[in-house]
């Protein structure tokens, strides 16, 4: 089989995209927007729903249904198949009940090529996507959680281990996650695509579930320390209950700080800045509307003019 090249077709900054979820695909909408060339790293530890099921039955399959929605954000607007790639089967479809098509496609192109980076990059093409979807890792993972507890008196407190991105993501208290196995590989196209990057952008999305759900992968981590790309943190709209219930943003900086993940610059809603501190060793902030009040998420044109705001100079004549 060929290998698949991903040329940027003008002029503009090379951005990564990182996390999982809808919120990932809302930024990959407003990256292809503004850049040369994107790259989505994305998480491949979901075990709920569609992908729960398939990673069941197939062991060595990493978790399909984030790649699926990012290979659909990146997909050519014209393109029949990306357009029912997100086809869910209904209750009364038998085995197919609760599957999404995009699923169940890369599941079997995984057994036809030998891996799930391949179907991947072929479900791209098949679709035209306009930038590479990379899993986070080539194998299969599972997110782990620490998640601080109480006694009925509410004078200790004990920490508690929670297994699988549903459990933590339903469980309040998380602190700290991880994945299993914690040296899970990932293929050298996802340390290239952060080190070779002008912006990697961080979320938004779930803080534990998503977003540290990839960052938190060795090869991803290490990137992220080194790249010399602009690191940004767009932050989430509202927070996931009860994952990151009364959180703060200084509250998610705090968090991503303790694992590691540096951020330069954070973007956030008008109104979420304020418990930040206006001197010390914070990012940089950037107060943006970015609120879509027909879907209540990020309004894809409105974050695409703050994440370009910040790379416009004459290095990047194709940032409007």
């Known amino acids: 089989m060929t290998k698949r090249t991903f040329p940027s077709d003008r002029l503009g900054p090379t951005v990564v995209v990182l996390g999982g979820g809808h919120g990932v695909a809302?930024?990959?909408?407003?990256?292809?927007?503004?850049?040369?060339?994107?790259?989505?790293v994305v998480s491949v530890a979901d075990d709920g729903g569609s992908s729960g099921r398939l990673r069941a039955e197939m062991p060595d399959l990493p978790a399909p249904g984030d790649v699926?929605?990012?290979?659909?954000?990146?997909?050519?607007?014209?393109?029949?198949?990306?357009?029912?790639?997100?086809?869910?089967?209904?209750?009364?479809?038998g085995a197919l009940a609760g599957h999404a098509l995009g699923n169940l496609l890369l599941a079997t192109l995984t057994e036809e090529l030998g891996s799930f980076e391949a179907a991947v990059d072929e479900v791209g093409r098949l679709v035209g996507?306009?930038?590479?979807?990379?899993?986070?890792?080539?194998?299969?993972v599972t997110l782990v959680g620490d998640a601080v507890t109480v006694d009925t008196d509410g004078d200790h407190e004990s920490l508690v281990e929670v297994v699988g991105q549903v459990a933590v993501q339903n469980s309040p208290g998380i602190s700290r996650v991880s994945i299993s196995p914690p040296e899970a590989v990932s293929s050298d196209a996802v340390r290239a695509a952060i080190l070779g990057a002008d912006q990697v952008v961080l979320g938004p999305g779930s803080l534990f579930t998503s977003v540290l759900a990839a960052a938190v992968v060795p090869a991803v981590a290490e990137a992220l320390v080194e790249t010399t790309a602009q690191r940004v943190f767009v932050?989430?709209?509202?927070?996931?209950?009860?994952?990151?219930e009364g959180f703060l943003l200084s509250d998610y900086l705090e968090v991503l700080g303790a694992h590691g993940v540096p951020v330069d610059v954070v973007v956030c809603q008008s109104g979420q800045c304020?418990?930040?501190?206006?001197?010390?060793?914070?990012?940089?902030?950037?107060?943006?509307?970015?609120?879509?009040?027909?879907?209540?998420?990020?309004?894809?044109?409105?974050?695409?003019?703050?994440?370009?705001?910040?790379?416009?100079?004459?290095?990047?004549?194709?940032?409007?």
């Open 26 to 40: 809302a930024t990959l909408r407003a990256a292809r927007l503004y850049a040369g060339a994107v790259t989505a």
């Open 68 to 93: 699926r929605r990012c290979l659909v954000a990146l997909a050519d607007d014209h393109s029949a198949l990306a357009q029912i790639l997100e086809h869910r089967y209904g209750d009364g479809d």
């Open 129 to 140: 996507a306009v930038g590479r979807v990379l899993p986070a890792t080539a194998v299969p």
């Open 235 to 244: 932050a989430n709209l509202h927070p996931q209950v009860p994952e990151t």
């Open 274 to 320: 304020e418990d930040l501190p206006e001197s010390g060793p914070n990012p940089m902030v950037v107060e943006r509307v970015l609120a879509d009040e027909a879907t209540g998420g990020h309004h894809p044109e409105r974050l695409a003019a703050a994440l370009a705001g910040l790379l416009r100079s004459s290095a990047f004549p194709g940032v409007r």
